[in-house]
T-cell receptor, first 111, second 111 residues
Framework: ETGVTQTPRHLVMGMTNKKSLKCEQH?????MYWYKQSAKKPLELMFV???????ENNSVPSRFSPECPNSSHLFLHLHTLQPEDSALYLC??????????FGPGTRLTVT | TQLLEQSPQFLSIQEGENLTVYCNSS?????LQWYRQEPGEGPVLLVT?????EVKKLKRLTFQFGDARKDSSLHITAAQPGDTGLYLC???????????FGTGTRLKVLA
């Protein structure tokens, strides 16, 4: 399945580093999402970009910064992360509010 | 706050057995999706249900959306080891892009 791709698949970074996660969707969808998946917790919606709105989860720390330059690309910029930010970061896309399709995720480890 | 509770959380069964997973909420959803997720990968969409009372079948999997669009069930007939994985339900309310994910059901089918 190559509808939604994410790079890198694995990332190890120190707390003082700056890195970016990239997501690209090839499905012609008009909405894109970032989720965080931690062990023993439900998927947590971080950000949504659609033609109509940008939605943020108010509990997401400012050290996570999204960027959506067009409807096919989505970035998550990371800086001064904490060890508790280690998780699987998932990107998804959808057409309007219909079914979401997920990428394979980026496994992030903060040391 | 919208919540989706899934039950059971864990299920270990023998190959050939039947099982049902439940997804319940006090909120009404415009649509509800079921996903299966393998370790280290993104969730893969299985089905979307939209109409109250709707039943959809995908080979040995049967999905039902409650009449009031607050709950859903996934029934697997004659489970196989390949059905092993984390099953997630996700609902979305009207006029929003905020999907709410369930807590997940981790299924293991033993050969």
């Amino acid at each position: 399945e190559t509808g939604v791709t994410q790079t890198p698949r694995h990332l190890v970074m120190g707390m003082t580093n700056k890195k970016s996660l990239k997501c690209e969707q090839h499905l012609g969808h008009n909405a894109m999402y970032w989720y965080k998946q931690s062990a023993k917790k439900p998927l947590e919606l971080m950000f949504v970009y659609s033609l109509e709105e940008r939605v943020e989860n108010n509990s997401v720390p400012s050290r996570f910064s999204p960027e959506c330059p067009n409807s096919s690309h989505l970035f998550l910029h990371l800086h001064t992360l904490q060890p508790e930010d280690s998780a699987l970061y998932l990107c998804a896309s959808s057409q309007d509010r219909m079914s979401q399709y997920f990428g394979p995720g980026t496994r992030l480890t903060v040391t | 706050t919208q919540l989706l509770e899934q039950s059971p959380q864990f299920l270990s069964i023998q190959e050939g057995e039947n099982l049902t997973v439940y997804c319940n909420s006090s909120s009404v959803f415009s649509s509800l999706q079921w996903y299966r997720q393998e370790p280290g990968e993104g969730p893969v969409l299985l089905v979307t249900v939209v109409t109250g009372g709707e039943v959809k079948k995908l080979k040995r999997l049967t999905f039902q959306f409650g009449d009031a669009r607050k709950d859903s069930s996934l029934h697997i007939t004659a489970a196989q080891p390949g059905d092993t994985g984390l099953y997630l339900c996700a609902g979305i309310g009207p006029g929003t892009y905020k999907y709410i994910f369930g807590t997940g059901t981790r299924l293991k089918v033993l050969a």
